[in-house]
């Protein structure tokens, strides 16, 4: 499996980005695609998680109400629509399985919040 991050960029406070994660190879609903952040100086975090066959999707408490995951399962594609974005969401973004698999981290794409 390989999943790859794009869609970053640089946004000002209080805007809008989607971030895109194509997963390649072996798709299956045995598990979840999550999104993850690693903020400058900071250890990584999760920020959400969906499965491939439906259900409720996960946020952590920063993404609650503000970014939404969806997929398109027939572009084997997860999408992140972040809102409402702050100086605190700067990071490198990335996507991988969730719970998530040390072999498939990837280089991640950087978000930019600037004030």
């Known amino acids: 499996v390989q999943l790859q991050a794009s869609g970053g960029g640089v946004v000002q406070a209080g805007g809008s980005l989607r971030l895109s994660c194509v997963v390649s190879?072996?798709?299956?609903?045995?598990?979840?695609v999550g999104w993850f952040r690693q903020p400058p100086g900071k250890e990584r975090e999760f920020v959400s998680a969906i499965t491939w066959r439906g259900g409720a999707p996960y946020y952590a408490d920063s993404a609650k109400g503000r970014f939404t995951i969806s997929r398109d399962n027939a572009k084997n594609t997860v999408y992140l629509q972040m809102q409402s974005l702050s100086t605190d969401d700067t990071g490198v973004y990335y996507c991988n399985t969730y719970p998530s698999t040390k072999a498939y981290w990837g280089r991640g794409t950087l978000v930019t919040v600037s004030s």
């Open positions: 190879g072996r798709t299956s609903s045995s598990y979840a």
